[in-house]
């Protein structure tokens, strides 16, 4: 422990001027980058240690880069001092980087929050005057908003938030089953979803039923890797050496990305388009495969939908159109749905016959065509596919995604010449049309067959352990839970984040009603607001609408969190969490192939409680609530059962955990806590390199019918409330501009002239290590990055400071010159708090809140806005 | 005899700085302090490429002390507080003898390798980093990398090449008088480009383009220009 920390030693002190300090600090730096004010020690009272009574924890860094780097740290005299790799199972994985070993750094912050925090009575939010108070005051205070919120609105009135600043499992987010999400459907409460880079995975789920990335370790085995709007250099600096493996094994590099990046740098071909353009780029593609007659008959045939007929309304032809009845296997369990059996139907050209698609008698099924079958005519998925892709010929497509017709071309036979490496970052899924890129780069390798084999695939990097249990999410016990027993089941709604600002203004949402299986607007108030393992304020575009139109509607804003971030500064309450080194954790997300157990390091420091130990001390205090239909002279409302939740939140982290690993998948590959306790590390399944095909030897899709389904017969958005959008365009990878970077809207266009987009600097994750003084002394504050003709032309020097707005909001930066920077673009490194730009206004200002309809995801790279000259 | 040096693959380096850290993080650098620095070869600032579209062109590389076989800065020293090891050719910093004269900082022709401490150093927090026995820092005495001269003693590599540190594997330590090393097969199949090979110093870090990608790029005339540029100035290339 650093008891001599100078953060909040005395019970009264207060906040109060927290950020001043913190800017001045931030501006020493950038002036001088030199003498800082922060220094936390006296250096008289540092001792030569050495090293002889050292302890080692491996611990894991949980953060969201898909790293998941084992770390092997060191505690000397009870502090952690030194921090190296620790392995995996195959060393070429082993990893860490320059975030990592500044960990002490986020660790010993004389400014980390170390006891609860109060909003101090009187003041308003955002103005940073917080007192310290005890747990007990923290619990009593909070679970009390809770109740009478519960009691005058409903359980669902409590609105809990967690992104993914920690994908560990029984303190995590990110989706993980950890206890806040048992907590959450316990209680009724609203799930709110963190609706960040969900836009491709829903797209090409739709096409591959998954994601089809074989891992990064199969790169050897590629002729090409070709990244779409992948930034790994910056944001995931681990996979570069594997891209590098495959390079020296002979692919070829390919980027297609807007900007020249460290990648492009060491890319043989660089292909620089226009930004939310790649579902145009990927139709072209197919469309030049096609036309050379490169696109592979035989894959299409038998392992895509290409044969499948479509109705004139939009839906397949089912043998129970042909007269053959649809079969209806009843539900396994009460959480499940019927299954229908009533095949696709595909034109046998042997028999000139619509046939069945699945009983193997169709030796020769046409993929182009229409067809007249019982008086309708109907046409091939392929022949569908052929429609939307000749829109875009090359000479077409030049225009809207700015390469020339050769360039395409030239892109188009690397294409086709496999096996291909197709890598996404989530870059280019960042706009309004993002499941459509989704979609479409999913089915671009399937018109060659480029899927299946050794150095062939598509996909993200970004892997989510497959052998979780969510049962005791919802379930009271595991055996509760083998026994179906729904009257021990709890589950909580979600909703949204881009969502909120409408739900809090209408106070309803649209939900199913299971009775009519339509959505239905219900009443809905949120009152409390809880955010854990994220700093939405700072990474949820729209800050000022997300301060008018979210934060100040809510009556109470509590954050669980360990440094002062833009969320903390807009809370009511804070609860101090630990750092990820003092709590130990299964982790089991990210870009390699491995669970581990994260060892504990260090003791929680000052009064830090975990999640889990939060929930432990909450729920005592917090009433369970039960429906009632008789309850408010008979239309229903929720009423106390005289109970508190505690009796749900009993189990030891270890208990927990071991349910959440109870599944047949972990016992096939022995994973259990006492295992991982035991291996440190073991593969979860996952193994990276492993081509994605069945035992035969063929590839398999996670798709119903097990097949490339490039064209989806019902589209449904990614998070549905009855929302109206346009089937037809979704039932295919179709093109069509984004709300701003590519708009077709000729005004906007005009009044907002750049393009803003945003990467993922090696220098922090998110907003995760924005403070950390050694990561700041290599950048020191907000640049942004534009071409020199576009600063010239604006009167704009390099270094300058400038401007950037939109109607939505501004945040200034310093300009640096980048000739790499594609003319009408500018690219700003993320993450920074809003106090550390100069006049207190961050990047996400700028950014749109508003969701797509369809994919409902984060906008962050479809900005535009205008930039000029800042006078200070 | 033994010849300790680096070799450094400047196609797999992307300038991610974490090998830097590693120097920081286990020789328990001062605020604001660094022994070994990643500079872009490219535009005016970090990160930025060289050029205009579409032919453009970016490198890292990383800078440290040259361990060089003939070292400028031992020369000068008055009192012999830097020094070429004979056993391993470190050129060594002994903190206990130095006089803070700066010599051999003038007399260096890799500008900005070494240090100065004018004041006690600083920290931002308060604990003594790394694996343990590095020297303690001083004020008013020059200091720089000593190929973690602690770690060596203990049969470790230096931080920065320490197994798996690389987030780009670009970083390779060694012998250069054992033909059978890592570092002298590297050399002996890729060349390799020294800096400021002209004065005579024999630098003992290697420069090397693993696939040529930026053949035309050559670190040693960009390092050379940067210096020639801002001759007389301690800023040297766009560092941190």
């Not at chain 1, 206004?841 to 749109?848: A, P, Q, Y």
């Amino acid at each position: 422990m650093l008891e001599d920390t100078p953060a909040l030693e005395s019970r009264a002190l207060t906040r109060r001027g927290f950020l001043k300090t913190s800017a001045l600090v931030a501006g020493a730096l950038a002036a001088y980058g030199g003498t800082t004010l922060l220094s936390g020690c006296d250096q008289n009272s540092i001792v030569q240690m050495t090293s002889n009574d050292d302890t080692y924890a491996n611990c894991i860094c949980r953060v969201n880069c898909f790293g998941a780097c084992r770390i092997k740290c060191t505690i000397r005299e009870g502090k952690i001092v030194n921090f190296a790799p620790a392995p995996l199972l195959d060393p070429n994985y082993n990893r860490i980087c320059l975030r990592g070993l500044t960990h002490f750094q986020r660790i010993y912050d004389p400014d980390r929050i170390l006891y609860p925090l109060k909003r101090i009575e009187g003041t308003k939010r955002g103005t940073n005057e917080f007192e310290q108070i005890t747990w007990d005051e923290a619990i009593e205070l909070f679970s009390s908003k809770i109740n009478e919120a519960a009691e005058k609105y409903g359980p669902q009135s409590l609105g809990i938030w967690g992104a993914s600043g920690s994908l560990s499992t029984i303190n995590g987010g990110g989706g993980t089953p950890s206890f806040m999400f048992r907590f959450c459907n316990f209680q009724g409460a609203t799930n709110i979803q963190n609706s960040v880079d969900m836009a491709q995975s829903h797209g090409q789920s739709r096409v591959v039923g998954g994601n089809m990335s074989s891992g990064l370790g199969d790169l050897i085995n590629s002729k090409y890797i070709v990244t779409w709007g992948y930034n790994a250099t910056e944001s995931t600096i681990h996979s570069w050496h594997l891209i590098a493996d495959g390079i020296d094994a002979g692919a070829k590099l390919v980027v297609i990305d807007p900007t020249y990046t460290t990648l492009a740098s060491k890319a043989d071909k660089w292909f620089q388009v226009k930004p939310g353009t790649d579902v145009a780029l990927a139709l072209s593609l197919m469309n030049v495969i096609y036309s050379n007659n490169l696109h592979d008959v035989d894959f299409l045939t038998n392992y895509t939908c290409a044969p499948f007929l479509v109705k004139p309304d939009g839906t397949y032809l089912r043998m129970s159109d042909l007269g053959m009845p649809a079969q209806t296997i009843p539900a396994a369990s009460p959480l499940s749905a019927p299954t229908v059996i009533d095949p696709i139907a595909v034109w046998d050209t042997a028999t000139d016959a619509a046939v069945n698609s699945e009983d193997g008698l169709a030796k020769t099924p046409a993929i182009e065509g229409t067809f007249t079958v019982a008086g309708q005519k109907c046409k091939t998925a392929f022949s569908h596919l052929i429609d939307e892709f000749s829109k875009y010929d090359p000479e077409f497509a030049s225009e809207i995604v700015g390469l020339t017709p050769m360039q395409i071309k030239e892109l188009a036979l690397i294409c086709a010449d496999g096996p291909v490496a197709h890598l996404s970052g989530y870059g280019n899924q960042a706009y309004s049309t993002g499941v459509t890129v989704g979609a479409a780069l999913a089915t671009l390798p399937a018109i060659t067959g480029n899927y299946g084999y050794e150095g062939a695939q598509q996909g993200t990097h970004w892997k989510f352990f497959p052998g979780f249990n969510y049962m005791p999410t919802m379930f009271e016990s595991l055996a509760d839970a083998a026994n179906m027993d729904m009257t021990k089941f709890h589950s909580a709604k979600t909703i949204p984040n881009m969502c909120l600002p409408d739900v809090l203004e209408k106070g309803t949402f649209g939900f199913l009603d299971s009775t009519t299986g339509t959505y239905k607007e219900t009443d809905w108030s949120l009152k409390i607001l809880w955010q854990y393992v994220g700093n939405p304020m700072s990474n949820t575009g729209g800050t000022n609408i997300l301060k008018e139109k979210v934060f100040s509607k809510f009556d109470f804003v509590v954050t669980s969190d360990n440094t002062f971030t833009d969320t903390c500064l807009w809370s009511d309450l804070i609860l101090p969490i630990p750092h990820y080194f003092e709590q130990a954790e299964v982790h089991a997300s990210g870009e390699h192939g491995f669970i581990m157990y994260s060892e504990k390091a260090l003791e929680p420091m000052g009064e830090s409680k975990s999640d889990a130990d939060i929930l432990r001390a909450l729920t005592p205090k917090v009433k369970e609530w039960k429906f009632d239909a008789t309850a408010n002279s008979g239309k229903g409302g929720y009423v106390w059962t005289g109970e508190y939740m505690a009796k749900f939140f009993t189990q030891t982290d270890d208990e927990y955990t071991q349910d959440i690993l109870t599944s047949e998948y972990c016992a096939n590959l022995n994973i259990s806590v006492d295992s991982l306790k035991k291996n440190g590390c073991m593969y979860d399944g996952t193994n990276p390199g492993i081509p994605m095909k069945g035992a035969d030897g063929r590839p398999t899709f996670l798709t119903e019918t097990g097949k490339v389904m490039f064209y989806t017969e019902h589209p449904a958005p990614r998070v549905n409330w009855g929302q109206k959008f346009d089937i037809d365009f979704e039932r295919l990878p179709r093109y069509k501009g984004s709300f701003e970077a590519s708009s077709d809207d000729v005004d906007l266009r005009k009044k907002f002239k750049f393009v803003i987009m945003s990467e993922r600097p090696r220098f922090r994750v998110h907003s995760s290590w924005w403070s950390a003084p050694w990561l700041r002394e290599l950048e020191p504050e907000p640049i942004v990055k534009i071409n020199p003709e576009d600063a010239k032309s604006l009167g704009i020097n390099n270094h300058d400071y400038v401007k950037v707005s939109n109607d939505r909001g501004h945040a200034i930066a310093k300009a640096i010159y980048h000739a790499g920077i594609r003319q009408g673009t500018v690219v700003y490194p993320k993450g920074w708090q809003e106090h550390q730009h100069k006049d207190g206004h961050g990047w996400s200002d700028l950014v749109n809140p508003e969701p797509d309809l369809v994919g409902v995801n984060g906008n962050f790279m479809d900005v535009l806005a205008n930039i000029e000259l800042w006078k200070g | 005899m033994t010849r300790l040096g680096m070799v450094i693959d400047t196609f797999r380096c992307i300038g991610c700085h974490t090998c830097a850290m590693a120097c920081k993080l286990e020789n328990n650098l001062p605020n604001n302090n660094w022994w070994n620095r990643v500079l872009t070869v490219g535009g005016e600032d970090m990160d930025t490429p060289g050029g205009i579209y579409p032919n453009l062109s970016k490198k890292y590389f990383t800078l440290g002390c040259q361990h060089c076989t003939n070292p400028a800065c031992t020369r000068v020293c008055p009192v012999g507080a830097t020094y070429k090891r004979e056993e391993d050719g470190v050129v060594f910093q002994d903190y206990d003898k130095c006089i803070g004269c700066r010599m051999c900082m003038a007399a260096c022709p890799y500008t900005g390798v070494r240090n100065f401490n004018w004041e006690e150093p600083q920290y931002y927090v308060g604990i003594q980093t790394g694996s343990g026995g590095a020297p303690t820092h001083k004020k008013h005495t020059v200091e720089k990398c000593t190929l973690c001269a602690h770690r060596l003693a203990r049969g470790e590599e230096p931080a920065c090449c320490q197994d798996s540190i690389c987030p780009g594997r670009a970083r390779y330590f060694g012998d250069f008088d054992d033909p059978s090393s890592k570092v002298s097969q590297l050399l002996a199949r890729y060349g390799g480009e020294q800096l400021l090979s002209d004065m005579q110093t024999e630098p003992n870090i290697y420069y090397i383009d693993s696939r040529g990608a930026g053949k035309d790029l050559s670190i040693a005339n960009a390092y050379k220009e940067a210096l020639n540029k801002t001759a007389g100035s301690e800023a040297v290339v766009a560092s941190h």
